[in-house]
C-alpha cells in the first residue's frame, strides 16, 4: 500500500470556481503534513503546511482528519494561475522522511 | 542563498553507461533527500541523510543505484550500469529540520537509450 494517495484528476474548473482535492495516507503515526505545488517541468515547492486545527491562506484553507487519515485542499476563487500540480506530503516513521502523493492536476480555465 | 544546486540539468547516456547526478544541498540544512519523479509512480524518495549519514536507503530501486555525501556541501547520486527505466527526473531536496519544509533543486532529466 502506498503510504500516501491522491486523485490524480485531471480537475478542470472555470475561474472563480471552487475547487477541493483530498489526499489519504496509511501511517497513522504520521505528525506532519504538507501540501506542495509543482509547476509543469519545475520542482514542487511548498504551499502551505497543514496544521490539526486546519489553516487557511488567502484563497487556500487546509484541513487534516486524523481519524479519518485524510488531509484536504480547498482553493476557493480559483485563478488562472493557480493551475498547477498539487501533492499531498506526509512525512514517515522517524519523521524525517517526506513521501509525497502522485499529485492531482488542476487546470483553471478562462 | 542560492538554493538547493544540482548538475547537470539535463543528461543523456546510452544504456549501461554509468550516470553520475550531483548536488549541493542549502548551507545549515542538516537533511538531504534524492527524489525520482516519473509520470507513472510520482515522486519516490530514493534515500536521504542525516548530517552527511545515509540513514534510510529502502526506496534505492536496486544495486545499481548509490549514493554519497561526503561532507554538508555535496551529495551523489550514481547509477551504473544505467537502463532505459532509469529515465526519470531526479531531485535532490535539503531540510534544515527532518519534519519541516524541503527545498527542491530544478531537477536532472535523466533520458537512458
Known amino acids: 500500500r502506498k503510504e500516501v494517495e491522491q486523485d490524480p484528476g485531471p480537475f478542470n474548473v472555470p475561474e472563480g470556481a471552487t475547487v477541493a482535492f483530498n489526499c489519504t495516507y496509511s501511517?497513522?503515526?504520521?505528525?506532519?503534513f504538507f501540501w506542495y505545488r509543482q509547476d509543469c517541468r519545475k520542482e514542487p515547492k511548498l504551499l502551505m503546511s497543514?496544521?490539526?486545527s486546519g489553516n487557511e491562506d488567502g484563497r487556500f484553507t487546509a484541513q487534516l482528519n486524523r481519524a479519518s487519515q485524510y488531509i484536504s485542499l480547498l482553493i476557493r476563487d480559483s485563478k488562472l494561475s493557480d493551475s498547477a500540480t498539487y501533492l499531498c506530503?506526509?512525512?514517515?516513521?522517524?519523521?524525517?522522511?517526506?513521501?509525497f502523493g502522485t499529485g492531482t492536476s488542476l487546470t483553471v480555465i478562462p | 542563498d542560492a538554493g538547493v544546486i544540482q548538475s547537470p540539468r539535463h543528461e543523456v547516456t546510452e544504456m549501461g553507461q554509468e550516470v553520475t547526478l550531483r548536488c549541493k544541498p542549502i548551507s545549515g540544512h542538516d537533511y538531504l533527500f534524492w527524489y525520482r519523479q516519473t509520470m507513472m509512480r510520482g515522486l519516490e524518495l530514493l534515500i536521504y541523510?542525516?548530517?552527511?549519514?545515509?540513514?534510510?536507503d529502502s526506496g534505492m530501486p536496486e544495486d545499481r543505484f548509490s549514493a554519497k555525501m561526503p561532507n554538508a556541501s555535496f551529495s551523489t547520486l550514481k547509477i551504473q550500469p544505467s537502463e532505459p527505466r532509469d529515465s526519470a527526473v531526479y531531485f535532490c531536496?535539503?531540510?534544515?529540520?527532518?519534519?519541516?519544509?524541503?527545498?527542491f533543486g530544478q531537477g536532472t532529466r535523466l533520458t537512458v537509450v
Open positions: 541523510f542525516n548530517n552527511n549519514v545515509p540513514i534510510d
Open positions: 497543514v496544521y490539526s
Open positions: 506530503v506526509v512525512n514517515g516513521n522517524t519523521g524525517n522522511q517526506f513521501y
Open positions: 531536496a535539503s531540510s534544515p529540520s527532518g519534519g519541516g519544509e524541503a527545498f
Open positions: 501511517n497513522s503515526a504520521s505528525q506532519s
